[in-house]
């Protein structure tokens, strides 16, 4: 366990001046600012749209581009957090250092699950701020008479569940490819894969990783629109079947991954 | 021992870098691990370290099993393979810093070594912006961040200039003489070792053709006197009538093997005194290639 700290805060030191790191902080922030500026210039247009549909015009656009955008972004931080090894050669010292190779490995794919994590939570966090300081300098913009903060929370731990796959995936081509090309056409060509697959509504989409972040968004938005007449209402069933495969395919290529590591010569 | 193989092999594919190696490195020696270009030196070194699986034998570090004593072992050495492994993006320091991490060592230690290798005026610049000479530095000091008993170095000496050469040289030299450290280096220039090496291998195709001492290295080595000479052909005769062997006569030059200073000295002189002017005269040896040959045609 000891290793494993040390290996995870190590990342954090040698990644914090990079693209890979800011990338997951820039991403919501550089979103939620465009959108505040927005809400903020055609106010008086959204003063009439009660709590609840404010929170929605805030949050769904979002969400659709998430579900393309998120798959994307685990391309480039799986990508970043290898590469990182493989431009300096480091491979052959992180694997000489008195440190079981296990907790090498899982470090590096923790670090790259927990800035998946930062990168949501940050989405969760400033639409909820965002929204809630846009009451404050416009209380026309009725923010403040719905609280949306469980839902929102929610279909972002649903989103985030429905990534595991594509980044064990992800994770795992980076390490194993030194190019820049392969993990990311690969991830690229997949995801596409997914959009066309999600839209074909085929029975058996939920077995396709790449497809899940696709889901979710859609299923949760099905829900949202499926109310008729009257004020929507959000449910959010997180355990569905497609993300039981996203964390089945996420737990198994994880392990898989080790042994390829550990069978690997280091180059 | 510190460092023992019994046997070791190593195969990429179909062909065998590594063939029934046994190294035998003893405590408080420099061990100078010599072999050209691809003779399998870097190979033999990632297989000391556990980074490549053995595939025949078995490697000991400090009398322990390497494979199920991994941790152990590599918690007492320090590497350093092939370019070093630097992260450009971040400074000097910062790099000594990231290790310093993981090996839970004091920022003073890591002080210590950019003033040992002279990069405390560059500690705080990118290392991307580090000249060959620098990020080699940088390297030596990774390695030895952790104050290893063992130090395994793959030609850390590439790269440097004449002056960098000299100090890599002492610094090693006094790790092992006033600390009792173990060092065990690898390079393809004979002329290096020598200068530093209490102990040889010599490696070429993945075989181990000669290990033992320097000094019985040097008995295979066999230096030879050059003289550079007006007449060579006259001088040559001289020389024989005299009682030294000639070995061999160009336009400009004669060799006699060397037994001593004083046998030079006494060339020179009766060179001199009889007319023969001498323009340069100096021991020489033979390069690592001719070595090479001498050893497999003993063996």
Redesign the interface.
Known sequence: MKGFI??F??EF??TR??MGFWSAVLLPLIIYILLFIGFLSHSDKLATHPGLILWLEFSVPVLFVMSFLLPMLIVFIGYSVNS?EH????W??L??????KFSIYSAKYFYALFLVVLCLALFVLFTLGFGNLLSVIKPSLKFNQYHIESTLTLIYLKLLFSSLGILSIQFLLSLLFRDFLKPMGIGFIATIGGVILTNLDWGYTYLYPYSHPFLTVKSTLQNKMGNGAGMPQITVDLFTKDIWVSLAVAVVVFILGYFIVL?K??K | MVISTEGLSFNFGNQQVVKSLSLQVPEGSIYGFLGPNGAGKTTTI?LL?????TDQGSIHVFDKELQSHR??I??Q?G?L???P??????SGK?NL??RA????VSESRVDEMLKLVHLTDAAHKKAGKYSLGMKQRLGIA?ALLPDPKLLILDEPTNGLDPNGIIEVRELLIRLVTQHNKTVFISSHLLAEVERMATHVGIIDQGELLFQGSIKDLEAISQPRVQIEVANTVDAANFLKKQGFMVTDITDDLLSIPFTSKTQMGEINNLLNQNGYVVYSIHKIHKDLEKLFLDITQKA
């Open positions: 040390l290996s805060r190590s030191y040698k001046k990079t990182i431009k300096a050669d480091t052959k010292s694997f000489s250092l008195p440190i079981p069978k010569s280091v | 990632k370290l556990n980074l490549l699986k941790i152990e590599l918690s050495v590497s393979i092939e370019q492994a630097i992260y450009l993006h971040l910062e810093m990231n991490l993981l090996l839970q990774l």
